[in-house]
């Protein structure tokens, strides 16, 4: 009896090795994923990830190796090369032209020509209908992509990619930007894509995603392949120890403590998008409070409040037992509040400027001399102590923000709050994007933090991070505080009662 052929991959990565001056991004990587097979490719942020993938979708070429698609070796000397190939990388950054509507950023730079030369804007509208009915998007070709939620726009991403015929789609942090249920959306499209026979790469630092979805998992650590699992064998233990080559037993760093005075105190609150509802609550020093509660709940909007981004219908809100005005966030710095923002490169970090810049926008008044310059040497030796006390990996500190990975534009973003030593850090979605060890020196920043008095109140759409750090959580439902959990009471079942509107066993209602 003549045992069954192995199949042929569609696609072959052999021995591939990338340098650059001075470092080598990959050295002779192996990767194969074979006919409707979801490969998440994981590895914390320098592993080689995105040097590969800008390998196989032609942007940059290999210095050694073989690329071969259905067993036949490729040369990928262009974007134009890996298309026709069948390959198509969707990125994190969407890559779309917001005042075009779909059905031109579908076929953008391959429009259909009528006999007379001019597009066919029948043919690119009629076409459009098919791709946007196969990735399930019920929008019209005409619409103007800009007018779409980030959600919608993803899977235009998708349309255009399956308008070349793409047989392996590499998406690259697809659901960072996505609320829950764009994200199940998108999951669910993966997951026909794979039912019709497309191959997908599915590079994400989402753990929990990565095990709904691949069917193997690939790790790389350091440019190399560091490991590889079998569906069966996917847990979260074994792909966190494969990206960081050690175990983790104590990945958050929560000791006990007892906490100290209140920090902050906010006493009937009421924010601008959910004026019906009053927000109290206390915050002690040394103390790390989250905030949990599903998307739309206002746990964004709170901590907006709370720095002056926007002003409190009514209410009032203390540091250190002294009532305090928020009508700005430069009442708030001056009051000892900082806010971490949710979105890093819009409202954290400028990424043009340079690492030094940054860390010294909070305190441009206190470096300021006397007749108004910049007190350049205080800079300097702020900007220093913090890429030094929170290991921000940059060649100098001159370095663009911008060319720095995830983990360390976040460093950044906290050196900038923490040179101004805030009595209360609010931090929104900390650890949304960067990779598994980035994440765990920011928990141990965390704690490090709580002992030195500061309180912490931090949002997070993560349960494993809220019930991993928190010592009291609030759960907002709608715009209120559904509940407070204590860390003994604090559950996945207890969070989720609560989020979704109920009173769970042994919570505190607001």
Not at 48 to 74: C, R
Not at 202 to 229: M, Q, T
Not at 282 to 311: K, N, P, S
Request: charged share 25%.
């Amino acid at each position: 009896m003549s045992r069954p052929e192995t199949p042929v991959p569609l696609l072959s990565v052999e021995n591939v090795t990338r340098r650059f001056p001075g470092v080598t991004a990959l050295n002779r990587v192996n990767l194969s994923v074979y006919p409707g097979e979801v490969l998440a490719l994981i590895g914390e942020n320098g592993a080689g990830k995105s040097t590969l993938m800008k390998i196989l979708a032609g942007v940059q070429m290999p210095d050694e190796g073989q690329i071969k698609v259905n067993g036949t070796e490729v040369t990928l000397r262009s974007v134009q090369d890996s298309q026709a190939s069948g390959i198509a990388l969707i990125h994190q950054e969407l890559n779309l032209s917001g005042n075009l509507d779909v059905g031109a950023n579908i076929f953008l730079g391959r429009e259909p020509l009528m006999r007379c030369g001019l597009i066919d804007k029948r043919r690119i509208r009629d076409q459009s209908r098919q791709l946007l009915e196969r990735v399930g998007l019920d929008v019209s070709p005409d619409t103007i992509v800009d007018t779409l939620p980030i959600g919608q726009q993803q899977l235009v991403e998708i349309a255009r990619a399956l308008s070349i015929n793409a047989r392996m789609l590499i998406m690259d942090e697809p659901t960072s930007s996505l609320s829950t249920h764009e994200t199940e959306r998108l999951m669910d499209v993966v997951q026909d894509l794979r039912r019709r026979g497309v191959s997908v790469i599915y590079i994400s630092h989402r753990l929990g995603e990565v095990k709904e979805l691949a069917d193997r998992v690939a790790v790389f650590r350091d440019g190399e392949n560091a490991g590889e699992l079998s569906r069966e064998e996917i847990t979260h233990d074994r792909m966190v120890r494969f990206m960081v080559g050690r175990d983790i037993s104590q990945f958050y760093a929560r000791r006990p403590h007892t906490p100290g005075a209140v920090a902050l105190e906010v006493k009937d609150v009421q924010t601008p998008a959910n004026p019906g509802h009053r927000l109290n609550f206390a915050i002690r020093q040394g103390e790390i409070v989250g905030v949990a509660g599903l998307v739309g709940a206002g746990r964004t909007e709170m901590l907006h409040v709370l720095f002056g981004v926007d002003r409190a219908v009514t209410g009032s809100v203390a540091v250190h037992g002294t009532s305090i005005r928020v009508n700005s966030p430069f009442d708030a710095i001056k009051a000892g509040i900082a806010l971490v923002p949710e979105d890093r490169k819009q409202q954290g970090v400028i990424l043009e400027m340079a690492v030094r810049a940054n860390i010294g926008l909070a305190g441009l008044r206190k470096h300021q001399r006397r007749l108004g310059f910049l007190n350049r040497t205080q800079e300097a030796r702020d900007s220093a102590q913090m890429i030094e006390r929170l290991s921000i990996r940059t060649p100098h500190e001159r370095q663009v923000v911008q060319f720095l990975s995830g983990g360390n534009q976040q460093k950044v973003v906290l050196g900038k709050w923490l040179a101004m030593n805030p009595a209360v850090l609010l931090m929104d979605e900390p650890t949304r994007g960067i990779d598994i060890g980035a994440k765990q020196e920011i928990y141990g920043l965390m704690e490090e933090l709580a002992e030195q008095g500061v309180a912490i109140l931090f949002v997070s759409s993560e349960m494993e991070e809220i019930l991993g750090m928190s010592d009291r959580t609030l759960v907002m439902h709608e715009g209120r505080i559904a509940g407070e959990l204590t860390r003994d009471e604090l559950s996945e079942e207890a969070v989720m009662q609560l989020a979704t509107g109920n009173v769970a066993a042994g919570a505190h209602p607001k």
